[in-house]
Every structure is written in structure tokens, then in C-alpha cells.
């Protein structure tokens, strides 16, 4: 597991200045795990972190529309994380469930 | 600076070429807005175009790149950096679901409903036809010893308004777990539930055990004597101290189990220590040892590479 502290953070993502970081914890934009210590960051908050830098720096998103941004790229990747479940409990069922669900999805006229 | 210097080329020339790379990044975000992985996730097409389009932009805005690429000592294809793990990768794997959107599945059909309705995580959720709302959850990050880890520990978290939550770590927690400490989030608002804690335990390495699954690792020093002649040697485990029997001629490398001194498995029961032999000579060369074997190895041959593989 790596786990680092706001400065390593920093360290990590060149274009981003403290300032920012603080922006982005009070806005819950991204929710580092409490540690005894502060902040205890973890991979997946820093390409969280990383996606907002780039959203904000090359994308010209603005910090109003950043939490807008952030939630429906939240539905969608809960969303896919949900299919993915799907997948693998239809996967965990036999050949014939699957075809018959395959099949009543394919007959399904396009909504 | 402003447009007219496009037309004053001379000037543009000795000016910093701004124009240029305003266009140059003016194009990349274009590119970027269309291509980015963590807006088309699973199009590997565009996550393998977006990976070029940076190569390249990183390439055109730093002037040492750019100064070496027109020189031809960099091509574009070694401005390529190693796969890139971008958000949504962490985001559909991350264990502590901090980031799952809050909403209902119930509108999605009673599937959706069924299967999924139940785990929506805390949050805003709110309970149908009142403004009840349910605490939130709050992610705590706790360190703990090898020990602590495998004995089992009363530990605290701090909350970040003050005072604690106290939580047991079960025996044999391997790191990166998360417990979930029911009712110790957030308090709710009108009257509704508070939310969990998840308390996620990262395991610290100790300075002599190093856990494998179930079992502990141990490198035990030994003496040229204790690894002729054989002893019995105290050796650490997380239980306290026990004599390993080590037999006469034992070899650096040679590995000793303690059945059942490994880390507790969840359905009982234990794994069991290895320890791992290191003969370890004195720090100085000492002239009585170098004695007694040169002795021996006039009088007795011993070849230690006889079957070796490596012998070639």
C-alpha cells in the first residue's frame, strides 16, 4: 500500500501547488483517508488529483463546474463498477443463463 | 502580447515564441477534450491516441526537448512513457468506495434494485418523503506493527474535530484491510442514522519478521561452530521466545519450520514460522579458526560444488 502525506502529493504531481491541494480537501473534491497525521493520501487519490489538474489546467474546466465533472464521472465509473459485478456474477452462472440472457437482450428493441 | 505580433514576423523572431505555443496548446486541449481515457473509459483507441498527443505536447512545450527532437537526438517515439494508470482504473478498483456516486438504483428496475439498492453508500441518501438524511461515512487511515497486526491490538483513531474511537484489530489482519466500525460515522441529520467508519490498517514492516501469507519469514544468524557441531538457538516469534534445534552440519540457506508460529489464520489455527539459516563468520579473520581448517581440509576433502549446476 503507498500512502503519502501532502508534501509527497505535491511531489508527485508537478503542476500542482499547495493552494490548490487545499481547494481541493475543502471542496471534498477529493476525500483522503484520516490519518493520525493529517491527510493520508493514496494512489487513488492522486490520479483523482492528477484527473483535476488536468481537468482544470488543459481541459479549461472551471472551478465551479469541477464538482459536476468529478460527480458524473463518479455515476459513470460506479455505474461500470456495477456492470463489471454483473459480468462476473452472469460469468459465474451457467452457459445457458447466459445465453438466455444474451439472447432476451439482443431480441430487446432498441429503446 | 496580443494578435498583431503574428504579423510583424521579424519581431516575432526575437520575441519568446508565445504565439506558437499558445497555438500549440490551444491544439492540445482540443485534442485532450476529445481524447482524454478518463472521459471515453474502455476506449483503448483513444487512451493509446490521447498517450501520442501528450508525448508530443510535452515534447513541443519544453525547449530543451524540442531544442534536442530538431537536432535529431530524441525521436517522438522515446518521448513515450511508461502506460499511465489513469483515474478511472483506481477509481473502479478502489476498495473504500469513497468516490461512488450516492444516488438510487431503484428507478433502474427492480433488478437493479434488488441487487444493488442495498449498497449504495452513505451520504446524501435520503429516506423517501422526509428530509432524514443518514451521517456520513468517514475513511480513517491507521498504521500498525507486524506485531500489532498478527497478535491483534485496542487501538484508537482521532477524529479530526477531537476525541477518538477505539476499535479492535483482529489477530492476523493483513495489511491494506478495512474494518468497518458500524454507526461511528458522521452523526445523521433530523433524526437519521449516522454513518460507518472505515478504519483501512496499513501493516508496517518489522525489522525481523516479514509475513507470506500465512507464514512468517525469519533470517536467524548463526555461528561457524552452532553450524557444525549443531545448538539450540533462541529464536523470536510472536508468541515469545522458543529454542530452535539446530542440527550438527547445517548449511547457510537451510530452512527450519516452527510449526504453528506463523500468523493466525481466520478459520483458526496458524501458519508456521521458516527460518532461514545465515552463517555469519567473525569480522576479523581469526588465526585459530584458520588453524583448525586448515587442518581439516588437509585431511579431509569436501567438495561443496560436487552436483552443482553451475559448475559449467
Given amino acids: ?79 461500470r463498477r456495477r456492470m463489471k459485478a454483473l459480468d462476473a456474477a452472469l460469468n459465474a452462472e451457467g452457459e445457458d443463463v447466459r445465453t438466455a440472457v444474451i439472447a432476451r437482450l439482443q431480441d430487446r428493441p432498441k429503446a | 502580447m496580443n494578435n498583431k505580433t503574428h504579423s510583424i514576423p521579424i519581431i516575432c523572431s526575437v520575441l519568446p515564441k508565445r504565439p506558437l ?12 477534450k476529445k481524447l482524454h481515457p478518463d472521459l471515453n473509459p474502455g476506449d483503448a483507441a483513444k487512451a493509446e491516441q490521447f498517450g501520442r498527443v501528450t508525448a508530443s505536447y510535452d515534447l513541443l512545450s519544453d525547449p530543451e526537448k524540442r531544442r534536442r527532437f530538431d537536432a535529431g537526438e530524441i525521436d517522438a517515439n522515446q518521448q513515450e512513457r511508461p502506460e499511465r494508470q489513469y483515474y478511472r482504473t483506481h477509481a473502479e478498483a478502489d476498495p473504500s468506495a469513497r468516490y461512488e456516486f450516492e444516488g438510487g438504483y431503484d428507478d433502474l428496475g427492480e433488478f437493479f434494485s434488488r441487487a444493488f439498492g442495498g449498497r449504495a453508500s452513505a451520504g446524501s441518501r435520503q429516506e423517501r ?55 461511528k460515522g458522521a452523526p445523521g441529520v433530523n433524526g437519521g442514522p449516522p454513518g460507518d467508519a472505515y478504519v483501512r490498517v496499513e501493516v508496517l514492516p518489522d525489522a525481523v519478521f516479514v509475513r507470506d501469507g500465512d507464514d512468517i519469514l525469519l533470517d536467524l544468524p548463526l555461528g561457524i561452530d552452532e553450524a557444525v557441531l549443531g545448538a539450540s538457538v533462541p529464536v523470536p516469534t510472536i508468541d515469545g521466545r522458543v529454542n530452535l534445534k ?52 588437509g585431511e579431509h576433502g569436501f567438495d561443496p560444488r560436487a552436483g552443482w549446476k553451475g559448475g559449467r
Fill in chain 1, 1 to 79: 500500500m503507498i500512502i503519502m502525506t501532502k508534501t509527497q502529493v505535491l511531489e508527485r504531481i508537478g503542476r500542482l501547488s499547495a493552494e490548490r491541494l487545499e481547494i481541493c480537501i475543502t471542496r471534498t473534491w477529493v476525500k483522503p483517508h484520516q490519518g493520525e497525521r493529517g491527510p493520508a493520501f493514496d494512489e487513488t487519490d492522486l490520479a483523482r488529483l492528477q484527473l483535476i489538474v488536468e481537468l482544470t489546467e488543459d481541459l479549461e474546466v472551471n472551478d465551479e463546474a469541477v464538482p459536476v465533472v468529478l460527480r458524473l464521472m463518479d455515476e459513470l465509473s460506479t455505474l
Fill in chain 2, 21 to 32: 505555443r499558445t497555438r500549440i496548446k490551444k491544439a492540445y486541449r482540443q485534442l485532450a
Fill in chain 2, 129 to 183: 418523503g422526509s428530509m432524514r438524511m443518514r451521517g456520513e461515512d468517514r475513511h480513517f487511515h491507521l498504521q500498525v506493527s507486524l506485531i500489532e497486526a498478527l497478535s491483534g491490538a485496542k487501538k484508537t483513531v482521532g477524529l479530526p474535530e477531537g476525541g477518538r474511537i477505539a476499535l479492535t484489530i483482529p489477530a492476523g489482519i493483513e495489511d491494506g484491510k478495512t474494518l468497518r466500525l458500524s454507526g
Fill in chain 2, 246 to 297: 539446530v542440527p550438527a552440519s547445517s548449511s547457510s540457506g537451510k530452512v527450519m519450520r516452527l510449526k504453528g508460529k506463523g500468523a493466525p489464520k481466520s478459520g483458526g489455527g496458524a501458519g508456521d514460522m521458516l527460518v532461514t539459516l545465515k552463517i555469519v563468520l567473525p569480522p576479523k579473520p581469526d588465526p585459530a579458526l584458520e588453524e583448525a581448517l586448515r587442518a581439516w581440509q
